[in-house]
């Protein structure tokens, strides 16, 4: 059974930036298209960046185009988020999961995604 652990949250203030780290445990991610999702205070859990997974298809939420970066190093079953130009609705618990399948593009539904870390927490000052 895989599990996936999140890091990298933090407190930061508007305009800076992050990175998260998602690392597997118990099976390579190699074969699976990943993504990350945020969930705000009182709302739903959105699709923000997904992977594919031959490592070239990639796709955003509309929010997060040209200051998000999803990349993945299967070597090290590793999934990273890079975010720029942070802004305060970005806060959030980041959440990693791990799609049902190789998906190209990636999918942007919770429900095609089938394995999820616990979450980090992201606050964004303004």
């Known amino acids: 059974q895989v599990q996936l652990i999140e890091s990298g949250g933090g407190l930061v203030q508007a305009g800076g930036s992050l990175r998260l780290s998602c690392a597997a445990s118990?099976?390579?991610?190699?074969?699976?298209?990943m993504g990350w999702f945020r969930q705000a205070p009182g709302k739903g859990r959105e699709f923000v960046a997904g992977?594919?997974?031959?490592?070239?298809?990639?796709d955003y939420t509309e929010s997060v185009q040209g200051r998000f970066a999803i990349s993945r190093d299967d070597a090290e079953d590793t999934v990273y988020l890079d975010m720029g130009s942070l802004k305060p609705e970005d806060t959030g618990v980041y959440y990693c999961?791990?799609?049902?399948?190789?998906?190209?593009?990636?999918?942007?539904?919770?429900?095609?995604?089938?394995?999820w870390g616990q979450g980090t927490q992201v606050a964004v000052s303004s």
């Open positions: 999961a791990q799609a049902r399948s190789g998906f190209a593009p990636p999918r942007h539904f919770v429900q095609d995604y089938v394995v």
């Open positions: 118990g099976r390579s991610l190699a074969e699976y298209a």
């Open positions: 992977i594919a997974r031959d490592s070239f298809r990639r």
